[in-house]
C-alpha cells in the first residue's frame, strides 16, 4: 500500500539532499507529491488536499532543517503539525443544557452507525450519571423502531415511540415525556437520508424548528469516500451542526474523511466509533487520526522525540 | 478570505463546474493543455477512482493523444468513458443456470452498506422473473436484524427461514439450504452480519457458514455477492481483498448510487481484482435495483447532480 511506505518514500526522496541546510523549493516540491498521493489514498477530499499542499509547501520552502531531523523527516514534521491544527483540538464534550432536558438529535446518510450510536451514546451519558431517553423518530427503515427498542432493553434505558407517527411530533411529544419522567437527557434517532433529498432534510429541519435540539451531530461513517465534504456541507448548511461522530474507526480505513469534514464544518468530530458493542465509543483524538491518515504512527512518535 | 471560506468556495466551484469546465474547454480551446488534464484528473479522483487507477487511465489518455485518437478537448470524454467501460466488462462468464435448483446466494458485506435491502430487493427481482424464491435470516447477531429482513419478507411475499437472536448463523444456512430443497425453491439467499473485514473471528463464521453451505450441495454458493457502499472510498478495495480472501466472491453490488457519490472505486476494484460488478442499488424501495451497465456507469462519473 502506498500509505505504509510514505514514510520511506520521503526518505528516498530527500537521499540526495542529505547535509544540506535548508530545504529548497525543488525538494519540498518533489516530497509533496509523495504527501499528495498518501493524501488522496486516504480519502481526503482532492480540494482539501490541494490546498493543505500549498500550504505546507508556502512553510516548508526555506526552512532551516532541524539538527536531530533528516529532510524527510522535518517535512512529515509540518505535514504532521498542519493535519493536527486543520483537526481541530480534543472536544469530546455534549453541551449540557443549563435547563434540562438536553436534546441530542443524531442525523446522517443511511447506515453510518446512527441507531447504533445512539445506544452508545445514552450508554456513556447514563454512566455519567445522566437520565437519558432515546427516541424512535425513524418511522421508516424496517424494523428501526424494533432496533433501538432492543438497544435500551439491553441497556435498561427507556425508548420513547409512538410508531408511524410523523417524525416531528414524535420528537416533541418524546421532550414532554422527558419532562414528565425528569429524564435530563434526550437522544433523537432520525432516519438514515440523503443530503440531496429535500423532503427528508426539511423533516429535519422541522424537527429542529420544534424542538431545538442543544446538540447535532452528524454521524459519518470513517470508510467514506471523496463525498464526504459534499454531505457534510449539506448536512451543515440545511442544520448547522454542532459536531461529528465518527463510525467504524474499528477497521483499517484511513478516514480522511474526517479531515475533510472538518475543512468545510468547521465543527469538532467529537466522539470514534470503535465497534458494534455499545460500549464502543470513544473521545476523538485529532492527532491520532492524524498519524493515522499519514499511516505512520511510528515515525511521527521518533519526531515528536526530536 | 480564511482558509476555510476558500475552501468552500473552491469546492463549490469544482463541484458545480465539471461538465461547465469540460464544455467550455472544449469550445474554448483548440487544444488540450495541461490544465484541462489536471481537471480531468480531478473528475476521477473526485470521483473515488483513486490515485493508481486514475494514473493508470491519464496514461492511456497521454497516449491516445500521442497516437492522434484524441485530437480536440471534445475527444476525451467520450475516450476515457470508452476505456473505462472497457476495464469495468465483464470476461463473459461460464454460462449460468446450470446448476440444479435450489440456487445458493450468499450476501456479504461490511456494516450498513445495504445486504439486508438488497436481499429484499433480489428476492422481489427473482419473484417477477416467475422464480420460488427464499430468503434466510443469517444475521443473528444485529438488533432486530432477523425483524427487518422479516418485513422484506412479508413486502415481496417471501418465505423467511429463521432462528432465535444470538443463534449459530451456519445453522441458519444450514437450514435454509434444507428448506429450499424441500420446497423445490429455485433459489435461496442468504443474509449473514454486517462485519468489518479486518476482524479474523468474523470472518472464519463467514468461512463456516460457506462451509456448511457447501457441504449440502458441492458447488455452492453458486453466487457470493460482495455489497459495497458507493459513498465508501479506497477502503472498499481492502474490502473486496479481505472478503475474498475468506470465501470466493462472485460479483459486487453497488448500493446508494442514487446518492452524490459516484463509486469509482469498483473501477480499480475490477482492474486489481477483476471482481465485476453485477448490481446497483439506487433507493431503498424494493425496485431500486438495477443490473449494471457499465457505459452508463462510466458517464455517470462525467455528470455533475
Ligand atoms: N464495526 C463497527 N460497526 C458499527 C459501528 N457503528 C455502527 N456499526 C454497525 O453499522 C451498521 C449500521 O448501524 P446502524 O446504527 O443501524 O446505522 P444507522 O445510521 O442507524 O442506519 P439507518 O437507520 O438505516 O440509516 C450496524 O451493523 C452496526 O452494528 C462502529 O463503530 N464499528
Ligand atoms: N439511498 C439508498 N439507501 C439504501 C440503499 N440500499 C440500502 N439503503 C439503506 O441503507 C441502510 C442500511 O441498509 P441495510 O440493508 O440494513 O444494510 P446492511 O448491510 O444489511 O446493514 P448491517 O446488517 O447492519 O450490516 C438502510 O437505511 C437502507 O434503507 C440504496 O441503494 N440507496
Ligand atoms: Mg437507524
Ligand atoms: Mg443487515
Redesign the pocket.
Known amino acids: 500500500m502506498v500509505f505504509e511506505s510514505l514514510a520511506d518514500k520521503l526518505q528516498q526522496t530527500f537521499k540526495k539532499l542529505r547535509g544540506r541546510g535548508k530545504l529548497s523549493e525543488s525538494d519540498v516540491t518533489e516530497a509533496l507529491k509523495e504527501v499528495r498521493m498518501a493524501l488522496l489514498e486516504a480519502d481526503v477530499n482532492f480540494k482539501v488536499v490541494k490546498d493543505l499542499v500549498a500550504k505546507i509547501k508556502e512553510r516548508a520552502i526555506g526552512q532551516e532543517v532541524l539538527e536531530s531531523l533528516t529532510p524527510a523527516q522535518h517535512v512529515i514534521k509540518i505535514v504532521n503539525e498542519e493535519l493536527t491544527n486543520l483537526m481541530g483540538g480534543t472536544q469530546s464534550r455534549i453541551a449540557i443544557a443549563s435547563r434540562p432536558p438536553t436534546v441530542i438529535m443524531l442525523v446522517?446518510?443511511?447506515?453510518?452507525?446512527?441507531?447504533?450510536?445512539?445506544g452508545?451514546l445514552a450508554h456513556l451519558l447514563k454512566r455519567q450519571g445522566k437520565r437519558p431517553l432515546m427516541v424512535a423518530a425513524?418511522i421508516y427503515?424496517p424494523a428501526?423502531i424494533k432496533?433501538l427498542e432492543v438497544l435500551g432493553e439491553k441497556l435498561e434505558i427507556p425508548v420513547f415511540t409512538m410508531g408511524q407517527e410523523n417524525p416531528v411530533n414524535i420528537a416533541k411529544k418524546a421532550v414532554d415525556q422527558a419532562l414528565m419522567m425528569a429524564r435530563d437527557i434526550v437522544i433523537i434517532?432520525t432516519?438514515?437520508?440523503l443530503h440531496i433529498n429535500e423532503e427528508l432534510m426539511n423533516e429535519l429541519k422541522s424537527i429542529k424548528q420544534t424542538v431545538k435540539p442543544h446538540e447535532i451531530l452528524l454521524?459519518v461513517d470513517a470508510m467514506t469516500g471523496q463525498d464526504a465534504v459534499n454531505v457534510a456541507e449539506t448536512f451543515n448548511k440545511d442544520l448547522g451542526l454542532d459536531g461529528v461522530i465518527l463510525?467504524?474507526?474499528?477497521?483499517d480505513a484511513r478516514g480522511g474523511a474526517a479531515l475533510s469534514i472538518k475543512a468545510v464544518t468547521g465543527q469538532p468530530i467529537k466522539f470514534?466509533?470503535?465497534?458494534?458493542k455499545l460500549d464502543?465509543?470513544e473521545p476523538f483524538h485529532p492527532d491520532r487520526m492524524a498519524s493515522r491518515i499519514l499511516g505512520m504512527g511510528d515515525v511521527l512518535s521518533l519526531i515528536e522525540k526530536a | 478570505m480564511g482558509f476555510f471560506d476558500k475552501l468552500k468556495a473552491g469546492l463549490e466551484k469544482t463541484r458545480k463546474s465539471f461538465t461547465e469546465k469540460i464544455e467550455q474547454l472544449v469550445i474554448g480551446y483548440a487544444t488540450i493543455d495541461d490544465e484541462f488534464l489536471d481537471d480531468l484528473e480531478a473528475v476521477l479522483l473526485s470521483a473515488d477512482v483513486g490515485v493508481s487507477t486514475t494514473a493508470k487511465l491519464m496514461t492511456e489518455i497521454r497516449s491516445g493523444i500521442k497516437s492522434k485518437e484524441i485530437n480536440y478537448p471534445e475527444d476525451l470524454k467520450p475516450f476515457l468513458q470508452a476505456k473505462i467501460s472497457v476495464m469495468l466488462l465483464r470476461e463473459p462468464q461460464v454460462e449460468q443456470d446450470i446448476h440444479e435448483p435450489p440456487v445458493v446466494m450468499l450476501i456479504v458485506g461490511?456494516?450498513?452498506v445495504g445486504k439486508t435491502t438488497t436481499i429484499g430487493k433480489l428476492a422481489s427481482y427473482y419473484h417477477e422473473a416467475g422464480k420460488k424464491v427464499l430468503i434466510a435470516a443469517g444475521d443473528t447477531f444485529?438488533a432486530a436484524a432477523i425483524d427487518q429482513l422479516e418485513i422484506w419478507g412479508q413486502r415481496t411475499n417471501t418465505e423467511v427461514i429463521k432462528h432465535a437472536e444470538g443463534s449459530d448463523p451456519a445453522a441458519v444456512a444450514f437450514d435454509a439450504v434444507q428448506a429450499a430443497k424441500a420446497r423445490r425453491a429455485d433459489i435461496v439467499i442468504i443474509d449473514t452480519?454486517?462485519r468489518?473485514h479486518t476482524k479474523s473471528n468474523l470472518m472464519e463464521e463467514l468461512k463456516k457458514i460457506n462451509r456448511v453451505i457447501a457441504k449440502e450441495i458441492p458447488d455452492a454458493p453458486h453466487e457470493t455477492l460482495l455489497v459495497l457502499d458507493a459513498t465508501t472510498g479506497q477502503n472498499a478495495i481492502n474490502q473486496a481483498k479481505l472478503f475474498g480472501d475468506a470465501v470466493k466472491l462472485s460479483g459486487v453490488v453497488l448500493t446508494k448510487l442514487d446518492g452524490t457519490a459516484k463509486g469509482g472505486v469498483v473501477i480499480a476494484i475490477k482492474n486489481e481484482l477483476n471482481l465485476p460488478v453485477k448490481w446497483v442499488g439506487v433507493g431503498e424501495g424494493v425496485n431500486d435495483l438495477r443490473p449494471f451497465d457499465p457505459a452508463e456507469f462510466a458517464a455517470a462519473l462525467f455528470a455533475d447532480k
Open positions: 446522517g446518510l443511511q447506515g453510518a452507525g446512527k441507531t447504533t450510536t445512539a452508545k425513524d427503515r428501526a432496533q434517532d432516519a438514515g437520508r454521524v463510525t467504524k474507526l474499528d477497521g470514534a466509533g470503535m465497534g458494534e464502543a465509543l | 461490511v456494516n450498513g444485529r452480519a454486517g468489518l
